[in-house]
């Protein structure tokens, strides 16, 4: 009886840990993290920046005409501006019709939004180097993930004319970058199915299934 106990209870372990280990792959299956939204080590808004300043993907993204990967800005890309745009132009303005009235030079203010870039920078608020502070490259949280055996090229497909938005969804209208898309094999597929392999630009699903689409073979994107 002690023995049959035993195994009944091995066996609800087993069984239990292998819903636990299934549970854990499922969960981190491709398609299951759209509406993913982390926090930011820096408080980038692409509202602001991609929609109301309409800075071009590009500018920051600059690997992806020409690579697999788009690629994140470097420090050195944000200081670019930042070395001189430090804090919103509400504060700077105001600063600076504070130091008019008061006969004094501006004070150089950096907002709290920036000091991790300038932290990042090895930077102080006068921006400067700080002998305190080691440069170092902004640890951003990645958002949009394929599976290793999935060989998506951010070069093919704007090459193609493929916008951004068709992945990764009206980013220009978010304060913080969140997956829009499911990512899923299906989904691509189904975009693929629907536009031409010749043809230009892009046709969104659901369309049509086109006579001669872009391909869909298995080594198209698993090589």
């Known amino acids: 009886m002690l023995r049959a106990s035993s195994l009944t209870a091995g066996g609800a372990v087993l069984l239990l840990g292998g819903a636990a280990v299934v549970g854990e ?111 170092k490259p902004v640890e951003w949280v990645r958002v949009h993930a394929l599976p290793s055996h999935a060989a998506f090229s951010h070069e093919r497909h704007v090459g193609r004319g493929v916008p951004c938005q068709a992945c990764h969804g009206p980013v220009e209208t978010m304060e913080r970058v969140r997956q829009h898309a499911p990512l899923t094999m299906g989904w691509c597929v189904e975009c693929h199915r629907a536009n031409a392999a010749a043809g230009p630009g892009l046709v969104l699903p659901p369309a049509a299934r086109a006579a001669d689409h872009v391909s869909t073979d298995c080594a198209a994107c698993h090589y």
Request: proline letters at 8%.
């Open 25 to 135: 792959l499922n969960w981190r299956l491709p398609g299951r993290n759209q509406g993913y939204e982390p926090v930011q080590p820096v408080e980038y808004s692409h509202r602001l920046h991609a929609g109301e300043l309409r800075i071009d993907c590009l500018f920051c993204h600059t690997g992806a005409e020409t690579s697999r990967r788009a690629g994140v800005p470097a420090v050195s890309t944000c200081m670019s501006c930042h070395a001189t745009v430090t804090a919103g132009w509400d504060v700077m303005l105001a600063e600076k019709q504070a130091a008019l009235a008061e006969s004094r030079d501006p004070k150089r203010i950096v907002s709290d939004r920036l000091r991790p870039l300038f932290d990042a920078a090895g930077l102080g608020a006068d921006g400067k180097p700080d002998p305190s502070k080691t440069p």
